[in-house]
């Protein structure tokens, strides 16, 4: 029955708890399960979560192999345990943990963490309610009207509502870390667009903090004026006061979340009585406030101001001054980290502050124009005179008569004149003063401590590997001091050009641009149809979030399409290059479900296509082994199979060898690293030759199979088991009985590097995940036929190399350069379907081979060569295939003493023993040529092969030539090699192909 209780790191050092009895016949710690003994663990949140980096301390469940395998080799590996029982534990083997920037599960004490009214609602009604409520709303009523002023901020509410659902879904699909929207996009988007957006989103919100207070310091500057108390000039004094208000509030936002949380509160209050005292304002009528436009709640002024009087503006430009207003809906999210639990908090919090506050945004727009008229003169004395006739406005029925603003157009009040209009509309205007001061101090705090805190999400991810320093944290909060001098150099920065008003239309957009991403990344997810997709969060839909995305992108547009057009640039100039960097991290985004979704779509509609031949394209079962072991053979076959055709790196092990998953990754991620367009296929059987039937039997996927296997030729078959030569030739037999087609490479210097230090295995092992994973794969190895694991920065080996491993690996390295002028020689003698022509074809078409020029050799008739030639040329030019010459051979008359001493050794010699003897060592040993094989099969044609090879193509930068074919249980695998050896001895790299005699090429449309 199974698991030991949950393990720790050896580097923890813990004793296993009292509940835990260690058993000595086996070195295990057993559990009490349903009142037995028994190593089978019981579900546990702890088995679930991630570590914050590979080999930390962590609870795990046993492995399968532990509860599986024999009870020997379970204690074969206690080896990899540490003393005490612990076991190590790797936490990024299959890609699980989220290592970069990962947190422990287990938070330190003393960390303060708010709920969901503090952490978010809070946060959230502040930055929504901004100085536009104060200053700019009973404008827009002015401009819009009360319907249309209505229908904007409706709108607003509309896109900041699907984005606030669109953040609870992703907020309540795991665990929230901290990183606002940047962790929330990437970790649903992956790190290309999480990445592009994380740095925007953290400058917008650090360029904010500089608007925010520069609107404070425009505030204090009008009262300073009104005062007569200007310090120098006005552009000054908004620098001087705005630098020394963003230190007072870098003080309170380094002092400590709790208290920039207690100075957020102290705000609110403080905005919440401003607005309650606008709201008792309006019930309070002063007959010296009428002449400035405040008649008191009036029908005729509700209908005469519930239709727009635009004036300059069209209600777009409208909507767009309004819109920035809504844009503070992160604000929680964006502290998430520091959340007591995020999953609740975020969208609670989130949406009941867009409703509040779009409420209170509605309320003004509705009072404003119900009690304040468009224009007034200030002047007490325009009364309704005997020109009450040409009066026609709600003013004039109460009394005013204010029709010389339309004339003159010089009045200083009215929703159209005065921006501070619920000033003087209020209970107590000064309150309204102090409201505008907490609605614009609020905001820039709320922003000082969202960008840090979002940059150094993405710091710690180390995106972008430049801005790691920012990642450090302080304190028992892992607060981000660096961060914050950062966000307060560029506030003071932009504080200092104290002219905001070109740099405003980009960070909305920014600002937008999340919006858009968070939105899409619900569609996104829901797309994919992940099984990991499933939020607790249930009131989204997938197409109203696309909505939502467009509708961002829309308003982006709306606000300044300039500033949408660059946002956009921007955003894909970073999502180049992100992607392009490739970070190493494995999130499960909904972008790797999605290509796995549509994988798995088309390659079901591919196995409803018939194969036809234009479609043809050699699929190659390559067997390189581990795929750094044999190189040259792995870029020649990439160089015609890249972007064309399926590529799989077969590898044969030996059960002996047979170790963990995590170890059999490495060589995927060095393929990926590489740039190598294939997949790595590792079998366990027995022997090669089994291995290899597994291969050609099952590998690939539909119409994704293989179609060709490619191999290496054997460089030491003479000096070697014959056994294994046995095996050789029957897996090229096996292809062919498979119906694939055969191609062998052969270079004189060989193929095989892996026995050279740092080449094998080992090198695959780079960067840090890679080392952690090599120190995990030696822990768990007991059998391995590589002696020894070296970790090399570059690959290259430590140790000098005699002359022949130093040819050997110059050569294997051939195919990495570009060929230059050359030429590839096909000696197409036998008619094979094509693909003795076709390879030579893509290859030259390839960026390395473009120079190389296709030079065809063909067989024929002595007496015919003109026309042989002729014939020839006609079928290449119907297969638009591209040649510099055509060469017909017609004699292979040539001496085999060369080849008769060559294959003395391997003969059965028959004739000298007798016929029981002689059938039964043919049995044993198959290889063995006989007379009768000798006779039937000449080898003469190899031969002269050979020594036409070395006349015609001793300089070709590749030889492609028809691979002889043996019939099977007719020709020794001893002869048969011979042939090989002869055929291919001291030649140019050379490739000998065989297809399975279907056409590959055809000259039909």
Known sequence: MSAPPPYTSPASGDKPPHHYHYDTHTNTYYLRTFGHNTIDAVPNIDFYRQTAAPFAEKLIRPTLSELHDELDKVRAHEGGRAEGGTRWVYGGVNGMGDLPGNQPAVEPKGVIKFGWIKGVLVRCMLNIWGVMLFIRMSWIVGQAGIGFSCVIVLMSMVVTTITGLSTSAIATNGFVRGGGAYYLISRSLGPEFGGSIGLIFAFANAVAVAMYVVGFAETVVELLKDADAIMLDEINDVRIIGVLTIVLLLGISVAGMEWEAKAQIFLLVILITAIFNYFIGTFISVEAKEPKGFLGYKAEIFLENIGPDFRGETFFSVFAIFFPAATGILAGAN??????????????????????????????????????????????????????????????????????????????????????????????????????????????????????????????????????FFAKGYGKNNEPLRGYVLTFIIGVAFILIAQL???????????????????????????????????????????????????????????????????????????????????????????????????????????????????????????????????????????????????????????????????????????????????????????????????????????????????????????????????????????????????????????????????????????????????????????????????????????????????????????????????????????????????????????????????????????????????????????????????????????????????????????????????????????????????????????????????????????VMSMPLARKGAVSSALYMSWFETLSKDLPPILLVRGNHQSVLTFYS
């Open 335 to 468: 502290i998430s980290g520091d959340l007591l639990d995020p999953q609740v908090a975020i969208p609670r919090g989130t949406l009941l502050a867009i409703l509040i506050t779009g409420l209170v945004y509605l309320g003004v727009a509705v009072t404003a124009g119900s009690c304040i008229v468009r224009d007034a003169t200030g002047n007490s004395n325009d009364t309704i005179s005997s020109q009450f006739q040409n009066c026609t406005d709600a003013a004039c029925k109460l009394g005013y008569d204010f029709s010389s603003c339309k004339v003159t157009s010089d009045c200083k009040y009215g929703l159209q004149n005065d921006f501070q209009v619920m000033t003087m509309v209020s209970g107590f205007g000064p309150l309204i003063t102090a409201g505008v001061f907490s609605a614009t101090l609020s905001s820039a705090l709320a922003s000082l401590v969202s960008a840090p805190k979002v940059f150094q999400a993405l710091c710690k991810d180390n995106i972008y590997p430049g801005l790691s």
């Open 501 to 959: 008003n070109a740099i405003a239309p980009i960070i909305s957009n920014f600002f937008l641009a999340s919006y858009a991403l968070i939105n899409f990344s619900v569609f996104h997810a829901s797309l994919a149809n992940s099984p990991g997709w499933r939020p607790s969060f249930k009131y989204y839909n997938m197409w109203v979030s696309l909505g939502g995305a467009v509708l961002c992108c829309v308003v982006m547009f709306v606000i300044n399409w300039w500033a949408a057009l660059l946002t956009n640039v921007i955003v894909l100039a970073l999502y180049i290059y992100v992607s392009y960097k490739k970070p190493d991290v494995n999130w499960g985004s909904s972008t790797q479900a999605l290509t796995y979704h549509q994988a798995l779509t088309h390659s079901l509609q591919l196995s409803g296509v018939e194969d036809h031949i234009k479609n043809f394209r050699p699929q190659c079962l390559v067997m390189t082994g581990y795929p750094n072991s044999r190189p040259a053979l792995l870029n020649l076959v990439h160089a015609f199979t890249k972007n064309v055709g399926l590529m799989i790196c077969g590898h044969v092990r030996t059960v002996g060898e047979m170790i963990t998953i995590g170890c059999c990754a490495a060589p995927s991620r060095w393929l990926l690293k590489n740039e190598t367009k294939a997949f790595y296929n590792p079998v366990f059987a027995e022997d090669l030759r089994q291995g290899t039937q597994c291969l050609l039997q099952a590998a690939g996927l539909g119409r994704l199979k293989p179609n060709t296997l490619v191999i290496g030729f054997k460089n030491n078959w003479q000096n070697g088991d014959m056994k294994d030569v046995e095996t050789y030739v029957n897996m090229i037999h096996d292809a062919f009985d498979f119906q694939y087609g055969v191609v062998v490479l052969r270079l004189k210097e060989g193929l095989d590097v892996s026995h050279i230090q740092g080449q094998g295995m080992s090198s695959m092992f780079t960067g840090n995940t890679d080392v952690q994973l090599l120190k995990f794969c030696r822990l768990r190895m007991r059998v391995l036929l590589i002696p020894q694991f070296v970790y090399l920065q570059n690959g290259s080996p430590t140790l000098p190399l005699n002359m022949a491993d130093q040819k050997l690996l110059e050569a294997s390295q051939q195919f990495q350069k570009k060929q230059g002028k050359g030429t590839v020689d096909v000696w197409w003698l036998f008619d094979d379907g094509g693909l003795t022509l076709l390879i030579p074809y893509l290859l030259t078409n390839k960026k390395r081979w473009k120079e190389c020029k296709i030079r065809v050799f063909i067989g024929g008739k002595i007496n015919r060569i003109d026309h042989d030639r002729r014939a020839m040329a006609t079928l290449l030019s119907k297969f638009r295939i591209d040649f510099s010459d055509i060469t017909v051979l017609g004699d292979i008359n040539t001496n085999v003493a060369a080849f008769e001493e060559m294959i003395e050794p391997y003969k059965l010699r028959e004739d000298d023993m007798e016929q029981e003897a002689a059938e039964k060592l043919k049995a044993d040993e198959p290889w063995r040529i006989t007379d009768n094989e000798l006779e039937l099969y000449k080898t003469n044609r190899q031969i002269r092969l050979n020594e036409l090879l070395k006349e015609h193509s001793s300089t070709a930068n590749l030889i």
